[in-house]
């Protein structure tokens, strides 16, 4: 038994707030139980005058604390399920994911809700998945990088940098700040990133007493939503710096899962559901994907990467 474990973090406010509910969480279930954080800055969080989809590469906020993992630095790393690339380093996986908070997106504005926007109006957001939704409804909005922490993105909407920002509404609701959002869009709108709202453990496949302590911070509803998710990514080769949504929920015993990728433009979407039982939850993820595809998918994605060539080195980037 050992009476110490490290959780390897970003230090953004959100990531602190995540990594201290997991010790939290932890703690209640083991009270002799000393956990420490270990605050490690990602490649996403050095390179921020760039757009994520120009950084290139997967794992921009998880590598370097999959390294410490690995090093023996942190014995567990607690991300943002949205970040979290679909293959692991050898040695790591994903053991836990916890409860979803709210997975959409939240619409927070100075003056109005999204279908009241003036015509023109400035959106801040770096998410080719949110700008693409949006401009298919809205084509005369101009879309404006906007990166760095959620108190940093609020404080540009505040200086009036833009008209309006999108953000996930579990950030901001899990920092407080609900009462900023203006509107929640709804999926119809805006069809949330795979993952989107949940918090992963990930940690050492052969550490045995590490791999005990956290499984019983796993929520078997979310996984089973989160694997399929991640299924349907898996297979269209993308992550959260691509325009791809996939979203499941379980229903009356059933996965109901949507998912769409759209071009840059929003001038694209290509839409696709799919239902079936939450043990083909991989599969029923898959099969999604391989709908999209039929569909087009694969050109409006290899227009994406042609389009977004990798501006640092890739061996930095991946």
């Not at 959100?14 to 990602?42: F, G, H, M």
């Not at 997975?103 to 003036?118: G, V, Y």
């Not at 909005?141 to 833009?162: P, S, V």
Request: proline share 4%; net charge neutral.
């Amino acid at each position: 038994m050992k009476n110490k474990i490290i959780i390897g973090t970003r230090g953004s406010k959100l990531a602190l707030w995540q990594a201290e509910w997991i010790k939290s969480e932890l703690r209640k279930l083991n009270p002799d139980l000393e956990v420490e954080l270990n605050k490690i800055k990602t490649t996403g969080d050095k390179i921020l005058d760039v757009p994520l989809a120009k950084v290139g590469g997967k794992g921009l906020f998880v590598k370097e604390i999959e390294e410490a993992l690995l090093r023996g630095e942190a014995d567990i790393a607690v991300h943002s399920m949205k970040d979290v690339p679909t293959d692991f380093p050898e040695g790591l996986h994903l053991v836990t994911i916890t409860k979803r908070e709210d997975p959409r997106d939240a619409f927070i504005s100075r003056n109005s809700n999204f279908r009241e926007l003036p015509e023109g109006a400035t959106i801040g957001t770096s998410s080719l998945r949110r700008s693409c939704q949006l401009l298919s409804i809205r084509p005369d909005l101009k879309i404006e990088q906007l990166r760095g922490n959620l108190d940093t993105r609020l404080r540009k909407l505040d200086e009036g940098q833009f008209d309006a920002i999108i953000l996930a509404a579990a950030g901001v609701k899990r920092l407080g700040w609900a009462e900023r959002i203006t509107e929640i869009l709804e999926p119809e709108i805006s069809l949330p990133a795979g993952g989107q709202g949940a918090v992963g453990i990930e940690c050492r496949i052969n550490d045995e007493f590490i791999n005990k302590l956290i499984a019983p911070l796993n929520h078997p509803e979310t996984s089973v939503c989160v694997r399929a998710e991640r299924a349907c990514l898996k297979k269209l080769e993308g992550g959260c710096q691509v325009p791809i949504a996939a979203y499941a929920r379980l229903i009356d015993g059933k996965i109901i899962m949507n998912g769409l990728v759209g071009s840059v433009s929003g001038d694209r979407i290509i839409k696709s559901r799919i239902e079936g039982a939450p043990e083909n939850a991989e599969a029923l993820g898959v099969a999604l994907a391989e709908n999209l595809l039929s569909k087009g998918a694969k050109k409006i994605l290899d227009e994406v990467y042609g389009r977004y060539e990798p501006s640092i080195n890739g061996d930095i980037a991946s």
